[in-house]
T-cell receptor, first 116, second 115 residues
């Protein structure tokens, strides 16, 4: 079974540019989460989709970040325009749902974003 | 909101020794506590989890204990091996409606097992 896949694995952009990250969850997983880890700090929640709907976006830093999950399959996270403080590793995770097992999150390998 | 503190930030042990990582949480409503292991350049992987209705859970060389009253939980690794070297993250969450298990993570512990 394929795991959660993220693309690209690394992205280096200049301040003011736009970057789009992609996440493909495990097939059949309704729940999709985005998290971010800034260097040396904890992994922080950004938002949660249930299928194509945003269930909770309380962790999104500001309106420069836009997440979508059209059709309830893969998700994209766009940062526009990127700022220096957006640098970090962006993780995507998915889980089954609803019912048993929905609390077990499976993570992708992350996208290392560097804003110069 | 929830706050999770994790200690130590780094831990170095000799192969065969035990390793203990401790976490505290602030939200008494949290009811699910997973531990993730992240090897260098790889994805965080769930290694063990515990619910608030259980005090201890064991899986081979790994065990987790939970003290709800004190709001802390710990990861215990016995007979450590070099392949246990990684960053370990604790997390806490509660079902905040529907299927939302929003995890709050600790800052991680870099465990090094010396051969």
């Amino acid at each position: 079974e394929a795991g959660v896949t993220q693309f690209p694995s690394h992205s280096v952009i200049e301040k003011g540019q736009t970057v789009t990250l992609r996440c493909d969850p495990i097939s059949g997983h309704d729940n999709l989460y985005w998290y971010r880890r800034v260097m040396g700090k904890e992994i922080k929640f950004l938002l949660h989709f249930v299928k194509e709907s945003k269930q909770d976006e309380s962790g999104m830093p500001n309106n420069r970040f836009l997440a979508e999950r059209t059709g309830g399959t893969y998700s994209t996270l766009k940062v526009q325009p990127a700022e220096l403080e957006d640098s970090g590793v962006y993780f995507c995770a998915s889980s089954q749902g609803p019912g048993s097992g929905m609390e077990k999150l499976f993570f992708g390998s992350g996208t290392q974003l560097s804003v110069l | 909101g929830e706050n999770v503190e994790q200690h130590p930030s780094t831990l170095s042990v000799q192969e065969g020794d035990s390793a203990v990582i401790k976490c505290t949480y602030s939200d008494s409503a949290s009811n699910y506590f997973p531990w993730y292991k992240q090897e260098l350049g790889k994805r965080p992987q769930l290694i063990i989890d515990i619910r608030s209705n259980v005090g201890e859970k064991k899986d081979q060389r790994i065990a987790v204990t939970l003290n709800k009253t004190a709001k802390h939980f710990s990861l215990h690794i016995t007979e450590t091996q070099p392949e246990d070297s990684a960053v370990y993250f604790c997390a806490a969450s509660r079902n905040s409606g529907g299927s939302n298990y929003k995890l709050t993570f600790g800052k991680g512990t870099l465990l090094t097992v010396n051969p």
